[in-house]
């Protein structure tokens, strides 16, 4: 069974301070991808980034960036110089070849940037 | 953004009156899903389609059926609606299956209250 734990249910910091949001995941498969998507307080789920299990290079993208480490079983979120509008709800999942189409969700993040 | 519309976007029902909920795609993408999302659980998902009339179970499938007549729609049916089955319903298309190569794109949801 395929698990992810997102243990922080909740992050309040103030404008422009880093974040980091934590993921750790569970599989038995050698091959799987891992992902994170924002909620924001409109509801719907934006895509942010897919990482397979193959390629551990930690990835930047703007103010966003993600490292990724597979002896720790972690797939963390850092996010840099925090604006208001980083505020949602952000997920990280996780499949695999084995995973019969399944994409399992943590439990979510819900970060508070305010001003 | 992807060509995903839900509908309805709300909805609000009495328990044992059987529910519909339908997802349309313009992106002529192979995989649908349907997941719901509760506080503290993420996003699980209910039912998935791999093509027209091709359907299978996901976690959290008892009490749903889902439909697949046409790539565009796939239909999520509560034949007989619970209180617990209140919750927020997301669909999903995916390009390639396995969740693997390509990220699921999800709708923007349908909130569903039972009383």
């Known amino acids: 069974?395929?698990?992810?734990?997102?243990?922080?249910?909740?992050?309040?910091?103030?404008?422009?301070?880093?974040?980091?949001?934590?993921?750790?995941?569970?599989?038995?498969?050698?091959?799987?991808?891992?992902?994170?998507y924002k909620q924001p307080p409109s509801?719907?789920?934006?895509?942010?980034?897919?990482?397979?299990?193959?390629?551990e290079q930690n990835e930047i993208s703007g103010r966003y960036s993600w490292n990724f480490q597979k002896s720790t079983s972690s797939f963390n979120?850092?996010?840099?110089?925090?604006?208001?509008?980083?505020?949602a709800?952000?997920?990280?999942?996780?499949?695999?070849?084995?995973?019969?189409?399944m994409l399992t969700f943590g439990g979510g993040t819900r970060l508070m940037v305010k001003p | 953004?992807?060509?995903?519309?839900?509908?309805?976007?709300?909805?609000?029902?009495?328990?044992?009156?059987?529910?519909?909920?339908?997802?349309?795609?313009?992106?002529n993408h192979r995989y649908m899903y349907w997941y719901r999302q509760d506080p503290g659980h993420g996003l699980r998902l209910i039912h998935y389609s791999y093509?027209?009339?091709?359907?299978d179970k996901g976690e959290v499938s008892d009490g749903y059926s889902v439909s697949r007549s046409k790539t565009e729609d796939f239909l999520l049916t509560l034949e007989s609606a619970t209180s617990s089955q209140t919750s927020v319903y997301f669909c999903a298309i995916s390009e390639s299956g396995q969740g693997a190569d390509q990220p699921q794109h999800f709708g923007d949801g349908t909130r569903l209250s039972i009383l």
């Open chain 1, 1 to 36: 069974a395929q698990k992810v734990t997102q243990a922080q249910t909740e992050i309040s910091v103030v404008e422009k301070e880093d974040v980091t949001l934590d993921c750790v995941y569970e599989t038995r498969d050698t091959t799987y991808y891992l992902f994170w």
């Open chain 1, 43 to 55: 509801g719907e789920l934006v895509f942010l980034i897919r990482r397979n299990s193959f390629d």
């Open chain 1, 77 to 87: 979120f850092t996010i840099t110089a925090s604006q208001v509008v980083d505020s």
């Open chain 1, 89 to 101: 709800v952000y997920f990280c999942a996780l499949t695999s070849n084995n995973a019969g189409n």
């Open chain 2, 1 to 27: 953004d992807a060509g995903i519309t839900q509908s309805p976007r709300h909805k609000v029902t009495e328990t044992g009156t059987p529910v519909t909920l339908r997802c349309h795609q313009t992106e």
């Open chain 2, 51 to 55: 093509g027209v009339k091709d359907t």
